[in-house]
């Protein structure tokens, strides 16, 4: 499963940036909505609300955004309505990617995706046309420090149903199905493991390698992602050099 490493490192330290941090609670402030509106405003009984709690606090959310944004959701504050969209379509130099998107306006967000893909040498295709190359996996990243023992995590991760563990330059990332994907946050995150990021993500089969020209105009085309409050994240299969 290696091929998602480059891309999982990029998007988390993207993540981390304080300049887009107020984006990133709107985001998942949008997750919460969506969440308690599919299965209530309770994270004892509902799975959903329980990792998008997990989403905000590994980006250091504060909790009092975290209650507003469920009681917001739940009607107390101010109804919400949000679509979950995807859309895919093709980078420069080829290469695939998907972007999911909550929005309460599709026709605006539809325009806004494909001006993306269009400014920036790529197109918007049609459902299907990429993501026959990615598989749907949870994916929990845990950054290395002197307090985790590698063998130790390991080993916890794989006993509690996680399907495959990896050692990259700076972090562990721990793949599970999409099924057993909160049960394995949960159980670790009982065990005192904090993480970098937790969620169910698409990573690609094969990966497309970009340079140059490409390169350039691909990762712009990623920021006007970021910069899009409707975007809730993207997925890609480039392979390039991070520095």
Not at 103 to 125: C, I, P, Q, W, Y
Request: hydrophobic share 35%.
């Amino acid at each position: 499963m290696s091929g998602h490493s480059k891309w999982a490192n990029i998007k988390n330290k993207k993540g981390k940036q304080d300049a887009i941090r107020g984006k990133i609670f709107t985001k998942i402030g949008k997750e919460i909505a969506v969440a308690v509106k599919e299965g209530g405003s309770s994270p004892e009984s509902n799975t959903r609300l329980r990792d998008a709690i997990a989403k905000a606090k590994a980006n250091n959310m504060p909790s009092d955004n975290i209650t507003r944004a469920i009681k917001k959701a739940a009607g107390e504050l101010g109804a919400v309505n949000y679509e979950e969209i995807v859309y895919e379509g093709y980078g420069p130099g080829g290469t695939a990617v998907i972007v999911n998107a909550l929005t309460d306006n599709r026709n605006r967000t539809a325009s806004e995706v494909r001006h993306a893909f269009d400014k920036f040498g790529g197109n918007l295709g049609t459902t299907g046309c990429v993501s026959f190359m990615f598989e749907k996996k949870g994916l929990i990243v845990v950054e290395k420090s002197d307090e985790i023992d590698e063998d130790d995590l390991m080993m916890s991760a794989l006993d509690i149903g996680a399907e495959d563990f990896s050692s990259e330059e700076d972090v562990y990332e721990i793949i599970t199905s999409p099924e057993d994907f909160s049960k394995v946050r949960e159980e670790l995150e009982a065990k005192g493991i904090t993480f970098v990021s937790a969620e169910v993500s698409m990573l690609p089969s094969t990966t497309t390698k970009i340079e140059g020209d490409d390169l350039v105009k691909f990762l712009k085309m990623l920021d006007k992602f970021d910069d899009d409050e409707d975007v809730q994240g993207y997925w890609h299969n480039a392979e390039f050099d991070e520095e």
